[in-house]
């Protein structure tokens, strides 16, 4: 929690350096994705499949660079390991960060969680996490249709709340 704390500091006193922005441009229509994995061959498969999907992807090496990357762009998806730089999964910073967006950043986020201990595509679990789908890292394999279903599904699911917030921030 102590280590949480420092880095949410250290973040705060952040001095501006644009060549932290994750993006320095990107095309009307074209998603971002954040992908906060250590492995490197679950961190290619994931990625491959958002590339697939039409997804621009960034890959931090920690969690202070995710925070940061963050910080600067709401991303369409962040897909995050739950022992992405931590010891402790129930601790980790990128899944509280998300967790404590105001709700209409948060629902313009799609936020799927790697994890050894959770079913894949366990709603009440996915419910209790704050994030959007669980995947189990046994079914990493299968990552793409997962995300292309439940990337779907939530975008119906939100659509009306999108639009009138969409609605509202014109006026």
Not at 11 to 23: L, M, Q, R, V
Request: net charge negative.
């Amino acid at each position: 929690m102590e280590e949480e704390k420092t880095l949410l500091n250290e973040e705060d006193s952040y001095e501006y350096d644009a060549s932290d922005k994750p993006f320095d441009f990107v095309e009307v229509g074209i998603g971002t994705a954040l992908v906060c994995e250590s492995d490197p061959a679950a961190r290619e498969k994931i990625s491959s499949a958002l590339r697939l999907m039409g997804y621009q992807i960034t890959q931090p090496d920690s969690i202070k660079d995710a925070v940061k990357n963050m910080r600067f762009h709401i991303y369409d998806v962040v897909v995050v390991n739950e022992n992405f730089d931590t010891e402790n999964p129930d601790t980790n910073i990128v899944l509280n960060s998300l967790a404590n967006l105001n709700v209409g950043t948060r629902r313009q986020i799609f936020v799927a969680l790697l994890s050894g201990r959770f079913r894949s595509m366990d709603n009440m679990t996915a419910f209790n996490k704050s994030v959007n789908v669980i995947v189990n890292m046994k079914n990493i394999d299968d990552i793409s249709g997962i995300l292309k279903r439940s990337i779907t599904d939530n975008t119906a699911f939100y659509h009306v709340f999108k639009e009138a917030l969409k609605k509202k921030w014109r006026v």
